[in-house]
């Protein structure tokens, strides 16, 4: 099967798997579909054999499995893998997020500026108009203010006639296009930078929202909500952590619970889940509170600076004002940037809350607090009780083991399943337990494990590889845990959907070939190159010449007797014809040969040089 139609087969049964949910009331989005079958795929527990051919009653099996659990909407697991996807469809990195704001903002302008760059005035009212819509990009461009509203306006424009008057639209009109564009976005920071100017100098600045006053309110505000939310489901994972320790003891004695085992597991890994999610969310608002610190002192500085700079002051050169107001705009519009990142943030906190219904339901409120009482042990006693029995390094000399007064930057070492004890979660059937780092961090194949107890870390360090394939086994019977754990590259090779035709798998192996190419070293040992090494002739002739320096060297020559007016020549002499003539007589005459001599042409030690030049030629008359 080519892979166009492997694609077209993965779109068809996707396709199947939403209609029938949606024919039952149940709209699915295709990504959750598109998850749920590669955790049907990869549960053993469904017997879909990778060694056999796919057959329609295999494919047949997986749409009903699927829509099964897609359908079940008590169940935490289900609600677990929507938090999950949506996440992953709405949250990105703290760049994407501002870049994104950033090009549907210039998407808004592009219609204006097209208007303004392709427009060919005529007349004095079509002047007028492109001057009002230079108004109107500027306005749209800085976001202070609406376009609309009569003193906004006013005001803008009387800041653009200030450093762009309208006699000036002639020269703007016979710019090329790009110059155009650039010289739009010039304006736009200006003029934004002496409305910001004007409001700080309560000359003006209608319709500029006090936006640094607004941050500062709204950041503390949206830290505590997300706060309240994740010490709440911490409190929710520690009671059904606790909980289940008290089920999976076979040394302790309880009554049956009225919530399968199952189903309480499911309820841990949600909260769990949120509670990771909402770490994420805090970093990021913590990290937008520090960037807005800095920009309201950057903002306020350069606005100190400018205050100076135009302090009683009828006339100040452009070249000292303009660079303050672009800073000025620059800096605000980061703090909109942040101010529209706080909301996002804040909003992707308020869609988590639904895919907390299922597990909310399992228990009234407090109902477990109150069976549980002191036995709740939460993340600060249980990391007091575990530091006590620290790992001993020579206990396993096989397996290297970093310890915090040993190991650079320990807090930041990358540990797997996301902190959790792999330990305890293959031998407590699932539970998750997180991992105590000072107890001793095992370091195996460039990966580091934490765990929740000395005798955990002794267990899974004798042998590591077996365990981590246990760990692998229980995340595809819950494949909530793969992104729980962040297991995503063990399960990378996976196909997520199946395929049709014959001879095709559900699991596909990946790809090993990849194009490459060698090259051999021209100089494989690049100390026996001699850099001086020259072959030319004429080249060694110059080198010699500069180490021989004539300048300051006496030169002779002598000549041998055999050497004596030697030379190479070549003579061509012609047949005599047999014709003779006589004609007047021959004569001949002997001329003396010039001699001319040139001396001090080579110069000497006086900075000048001076030539002789010496006529020994014999007089003709002699």
């Known amino acids: 099967m080519s892979r ?162 309208q006699s000036e639209l002639g020269t703007f009109m016979s710019l090329i296009k790009k110059d155009k564009e650039q010289q739009l976005n010039d304006l736009s920071m200006i003029v934004t930078g002496i409305r910001l100017f004007n409001k700080d100098s309560r000359k003006g600045g209608e319709g500029i929202d006090d936006l640094p006053a607004i941050l500062n309110e709204a950041i503390p505000s949206t830290s505590k909500d997300i706060e309240w939310e994740l010490e709440l489901s911490q409190s929710l994972a520690w009671q059904y952590t606790s909980w289940l320790e008290r089920l999976l003891d076979p040394e302790v004695e309880t009554r049956e619970c009225i919530v399968p085992l199952d189903m309480l597991k499911q309820a841990l890994y949600n909260v769990r889940q949120h509670e990771a999610f909402l770490k994420v969310i805090l970093a990021d608002v913590i990290l937008c509170a520090k960037q807005v610190e800095t920009l309201q002192t950057e903002l306020a500085t350069r606005m100190k600076l400018l205050r100076v700079t135009v302090h009683s002051k009828t006339a100040v050169p452009t070249a000292q004002v303009f660079p303050h107001f672009t800073a000025l705009a620059k800096f605000w519009s980061g703090l909109q940037d942040e101010m529209v990142l706080l909301s996002i943030l804040s909003n992707i906190m308020e869609n988590l809350q639904p895919f907390l219904a299922a597990q909310s339901q399992l228990f009234p409120d407090g109902q477990l607090e109150d069976i549980l009482g002191s036995e709740i042990k939460k993340y600060e006693q249980r990391m007091k009780e575990s530091s006590e029995n620290r790992i001993d390094p020579y206990e396993i000399k096989t397996q290297e083991w970093l310890l915090p007064e040993t190991t650079a930057n320990f807090d930041k070492l990358p540990l797997q399943y996301n902190g959790i004890c792999g330990y305890t979660l293959v031998k407590k059937d699932g539970l998750l337990l997180p991992g105590n780092p000072s107890i001793g961090v095992l370091k195996h194949r460039e990966k580091y494990y934490v765990f929740s107890s000395k005798e955990a870390a002794l267990r899974f360090g004798s042998k590591p590889d077996e365990y981590i394939a246990h760990v692998a086994e229980k995340a ?131 900075e000048t040089t001076h030539m002789i030049k010496t006529n020994l030629t014999r007089s003709v008359s002699e």
């Open 476 to 606: 595809k019977q819950s494949p909530e845990l793969i992104q729980l754990l962040q297991l995503h590259q063990q399960f990378a090779c996976v196909t997520p959907y199946p395929e049709m035709q014959s001879g095709e798998r559900l699991l596909v192996k990946p790809i090993t070939k990849c194009d490459s190419s060698t090259q051999t070293d021209t100089h494989l040992l690049e100390t026996n190159i001699v850099k001086s090494y020259e072959w030319n002739e004429w080249e060694l002739r110059r080198k010699a010449i500069k180490l021989a320096n004539l300048r300051s060297k006496v030169t002779h020559s002598m000549q041998t007797n055999l050497s004596h007016m030697r030379r190479d020549n070549v003579t061509q002499t012609y047949l005599l014809e047999d014709v003779a003539c006589q004609s007047k007589r021959d004569g001949n005459s002997n001329v003396p040969k010039p001699q001319v001599y040139l001396a001090g042409l080579r110069g000497g030690k006086t």
């Open 4 to 165: 166009a139609q492997a694609e077209s087969v993965i779109k068809n049964i996707i396709r199947e798997i939403a209609q029938e949910c949606d024919g039952k009331g149940h709209a699915v989005s295709e990504t959750l579909v598109a998850f749920m079958v590669k955790a049907v795929v990869l549960d053993s527990r469904n017997l879909f054999n990778v060694d056999r051919t796919l057959t329609k009653q295999d494919v047949r099996k997986l749409v009903e499995l699927c829509v099964d659990k897609l359908m079940d909407q008590g169940s935490p697991a289900l609600d677990t893998i929507k938090m999950q996807v949506y996440f992953d469809m709405n949250y990105t990195s703290r760049r994407e997020f501002i870049e994104e704001h950033q090009r549907v903002l210039q998407s808004r302008l592009v219609p204006v500026s097209r208007e303004i760059t392709d427009s060919r005035v005529k007349t004095r009212e079509d002047l007028e108009g492109l001057y009002h819509k230079i108004v109107s990009y500027v306005l749209l461009r800085s976001g202070l203010g609406s376009s609309t509203d009569i003193t906004t306006v006013r005001e803008a424009t009387a800041a653009l006639q200030s450093v762009f008057p």
